[in-house]
Each structure stands twice: as structure tokens, then as C-alpha cells.
């Protein structure tokens, strides 16, 4: 009967090479419970040695049962006990009977294999974050375009509007920039795609251009989709929840449900951007109806950093949608002094209550964020300025003209005297708008006309009121 222990040449007893073999499948059997513990699933590596060692153990425990040395069989029960209690505990193992032998070349390589799996695990979650994951909200004035880069993807959201594409373009070669991965456009808008036209003509795309699945009858449009279709570029429509990876970042698209929204603004698709521990969210031009439909969409949107919805408009980023991010941090682009008021008072005031810190593209330029997986770090301190801007700054204030003054030109200051406020008129439908108006976003340049005047006197110039805005 083969024994467990065996006297040496000084009357000491020592385990016998059936015993060392024991002893080494049950630390074998133990780290691949350590290692199923924290991973949370067994690999087929895993599943094979289990049971494999398992069986092999069973075969040693019932040779030793069957030992007539009772001293040996002792010694080995002292030795063995505490390692098979720790593998019967586990609810992942069993003992099943069985003859079968075992080599030591067989333990040393089941050995090996487990150690060589945890290690690569390891290393390769270690390289995952050795380098950083850089984003840039990029200052191209009214409009919005952030770049995002790691060692081995580059991803550009929105491209800011036409006026912005030299910026743009000249901004990514300054990060020695050659081509380009991936390209999102959030919406057809200009202030969004325009600079994205004029990207795509410097800089070769070598992956996928992903966008809205409706269609537009706009110049940029028309000159976006010519473009990518002579150039045979990928073309996708995500859907909501869609993934991509940017080298060791996770993209998840949150893009509408459909693209038959009566809003324009409300098919802006949307990122979440998992970089190891840290995240952004990132917004086109949705209102606080799109963002209460992602709310019940279930998709994860608790994230560090906000790049908030319509530059700050007051009909975004609502109160709603700020508790589901809880950003530590919130981006607003916009331009200085711009028409629209941008950023509002009302949205100002949300983000100022949900505690966020406030970066401001009209007011800090191109700000860049850099993660390394962990913690998010800034290449400048948020001016936290709540400050709204004004809507009649980039209004020029006509000289006045001398005129000789009847009784009627004074009945006309007196009824001028009632507030002014800064109105979009479109002179084709002769409606006006509130500047933030989803309605202005989709207006044709030559229609749009700003003015800073009473509500009166421009309906008594014949405009009518939109209906959705209601000035």
C-alpha cells in the first residue's frame, strides 16, 4: 500500500513524493478558488483544473484512508487538514472518488498555468491605464466640439460651426495630430457640424463617422454627407446603449430612442466615456424632454464631468437630469458676448444648486481634462463664474439720428419706454423667437434677423409670436 511519509536515513520521517503530490494540488486547488472569489467567474482553465485536481485529491485521500502506518497517516492528517477544510468550504469545489494517479510534471504545469493567468490578468489591466485619456472642450465660440485622445484611439465630437474650422483644424495639429479615428456628430445644427466639414478635408478618417439617422436640407448638411459618401467613409446610425472602444476607454452612445423627434435639437446624440474609474458625459443640443427620456432610458449617466446640453441654454440641463449625473464638474460652451444669452440664468442657477464646479469655454478658452484612470485632473482651475450672459451685448446699439420732434415722435418714446428684450425675427414666416428657441437653431442665416426691441413694437410690425417659446 503506498505511504504518505517516509523515514529517511536519520529516522526522521518526511512526506513521500505521493505526499509532496498532495500537498501541491491542494495549494493548487486553493489559489483557483482565490482567484474564482475575485473575479466572479470561472475560466475554462479554471473549470478544467477544479476538477481535475479534485479528482486527484479524492484519489490520494482514499490511499491514505487505506494506510496501515498509523503514524504516517497522523502526520499527514496534521499536515493536510487545515488546506482541505479551506477547499471543502469552498462552495465551487468537490471531492468526487477516483483511482486516478498524478504526475509531478502534471502539478508543475497546472501550477504554472494558474500563475501565468493571474499575472497576465494583472499586467494587462496595469498597461489598460499607463497612459492618459486627454479631452478637450475645445473654444470655438458659439458652438461646441471636445476631442478626445488616448495612445491608441482619437475620437472628435462635433466640429463648432463653419467660422470655427480653421481653429479647429489648426488645434488638432498643434496635438500632432494625423488622421482620425472616429468622428461623432451629435446633430445637423451648423454651430456643430460646420467645423467637422472642414476637418474631415485635412485630416484622413481611418475608422467610422457616426450620426443622427434623419436628414436636413441645409448647406453643411448637404455638404457633410457629400463628402463622406465620395470618400466611401463608414457611415453608422448607433442606437442607445451602443458601445465602442477608444483604446482602453468605453464609449457608450446615448443616442435617442428614434429619430423622429419633433425637436431637431431632441435627436443630438449624446456620450458616456468610461475611462478605468472616471467618466464624462457628453451633450449635443437636447432639451429637458430628451434628457428626462435618457433618465427613464435606465442607461448608467452618474458621471465626473458634464458637458452640458445647448450651451447652457435655459430650456437644458434641467434639475431632473443634474441628480442623475451628480457631476463634480460641468463644461459649458459658448461664445463670448453671444446673441443668445448663453449660458442662462436658469441653468447657471441649477448647476450653481447641484454643487457642480463650473468651466466656461467663452470665458476660460479650450480647457482640457486628463484622466489617468483613477482621479480627473485639469490643465486650469473652473472660474465657477455664475455669471449669465448677455443677450444684448453682440447687438450694436444704432447712433442716434437727429430729427425734429413732432408730438407723435414723443408718443412713440413714451411707448418705447416698456422693457426691451433681444428677439430672433425670422423675416420668411415673420415670426419671433426667444434667442434660446429650438425654432432659431433650425433657421435659415438669411432669415434670421437679432433685434433688441419691446414686444409691442415688433408685433406691431407685423411679426406673430412662436407658439413654442411664446416671447
Not at 420732434?405 to 411707448?415: F, G, L, N, P
Not at 434677423?449 to 417659446?469: L, S
Request: aromatic share 6%; net charge negative; proline share 4%.
Amino acid at each position: 500500500m503506498a505511504k504518505l511519509t517516509k523515514v529517511n536515513s536519520k529516522g526522521k520521517r518526511r512526506p513521500s513524493c505521493l505526499g509532496k503530490i498532495m500537498i501541491a494540488f491542494a495549494i493548487i486547488i486553493c489559489i483557483t478558488a482565490y482567484s474564482e472569489a475575485i473575479s466572479g467567474k470561472k475560466s475554462e482553465l479554471d473549470s478544467s483544473l477544479t476538477t481535475n485536481a479534485s479528482i486527484r485529491l479524492a484519489a490520494a485521500s482514499d490511499t491514505a484512508a487505506e494506510s496501515s502506518t498509523a503514524v504516517a497517516a497522523t502526520q499527514e492528517q496534521t499536515t493536510l487538514t487545515p488546506t482541505i477544510q479551506a477547499i471543502k468550504a469552498s462552495p465551487t469545489i468537490t471531492l468526487p472518488p477516483t483511482t486516478a494517479a498524478v504526475t509531478t510534471t502534471e502539478a508543475t504545469a497546472l501550477t504554472e498555468a494558474v500563475e501565468n493567468t493571474t499575472l497576465e490578468s494583472a499586467l494587462t489591466k496595469a498597461q489598460s491605464y499607463s497612459t492618459a485619456l486627454n479631452v478637450h472642450f475645445l473654444d470655438v465660440g458659439q458652438g461646441a466640439s471636445v476631442f478626445l485622445s488616448t495612445a491608441d484611439d482619437t475620437l472628435l465630437f462635433d466640429g463648432g460651426g463653419g467660422s470655427a474650422s480653421s481653429y479647429t483644424v489648426s488645434y488638432l495639429h498643434n496635438q500632432n495630430l494625423i488622421d482620425l479615428e472616429y468622428i461623432v456628430s451629435s446633430h445637423y445644427d451648423e454651430d456643430h457640424l460646420g467645423g467637422l466639414v472642414g476637418v474631415l478635408n485635412v485630416f484622413p478618417l481611418t475608422g467610422t463617422v457616426f450620426d443622427g439617422g434623419y436628414a436636413t436640407d441645409t448647406r453643411v448638411y448637404n455638404s457633410f454627407k457629400t463628402y463622406i459618401s465620395s470618400h466611401d467613409i463608414a457611415e453608422v446610425v448607433p442606437y442607445q446603449g451602443q458601445e465602442l472602444d477608444l483604446g482602453a476607454a468605453v464609449v457608450t452612445f446615448l443616442a435617442p430612442d428614434n429619430y423622429n423627434h419633433k425637436e431637431d435639437n431632441d435627436n443630438s446624440i449624446g456620450l458616456r466615456v468610461d475611462y478605468g474609474d472616471t467618466s464624462y458625459i457628453l451633450m449635443g443640443d437636447q432639451s429637458s424632454d430628451a434628457e428626462a427620456d435618457l433618465i427613464s432610458s435606465g442607461l448608467k449617466l452618474d458621471a465626473d464631468v458634464l458637458y452640458a446640453a445647448h450651451h447652457g441654454s435655459r430650456t437644458s440641463t434641467s434639475a431632473s437630469f443634474l441628480d442623475a449625473v451628480t457631476p463634480d464638474w460641468v463644461v459649458i460652451s459658448c461664445g463670448k458676448d453671444n446673441s443668445y444669452g448663453h449660458p442662462t440664468e436658469d441653468a447657471l442657477s441649477r448647476i450653481q444648486t447641484a454643487g457642480a464646479q463650473l468651466f466656461r469655454t467663452d470665458i476660460q478658452g479650450t480647457i482640457v481634462s486628463i484622466s489617468d484612470g483613477s482621479t480627473i485632473s485639469w490643465d486650469q482651475d473652473p472660474c465657477n463664474d455664475f455669471t449669465p450672459g448677455s443677450d444684448q451685448a453682440a447687438t450694436p446699439t444704432p447712433e442716434p439720428t437727429e430729427a425734429p420732434e413732432t408730438e407723435a415722435t414723443a408718443e412713440a418714446i413714451v411707448e418705447d419706454e416698456a422693457p426691451e428684450q433681444t428677439y430672433v425675427l425670422n423675416t420668411n414666416s415673420q415670426k419671433f423667437h426667444y434667442p434660446d428657441c429650438p425654432s432659431v437653431d433650425r433657421m435659415s442665416e438669411s432669415n434670421k434677423k437679432i433685434v433688441t426691441d419691446t414686444r409691442d413694437h415688433i408685433i406691431a410690425e407685423g411679426y406673430v409670436p412662436c407658439k413654442n417659446c411664446n416671447p
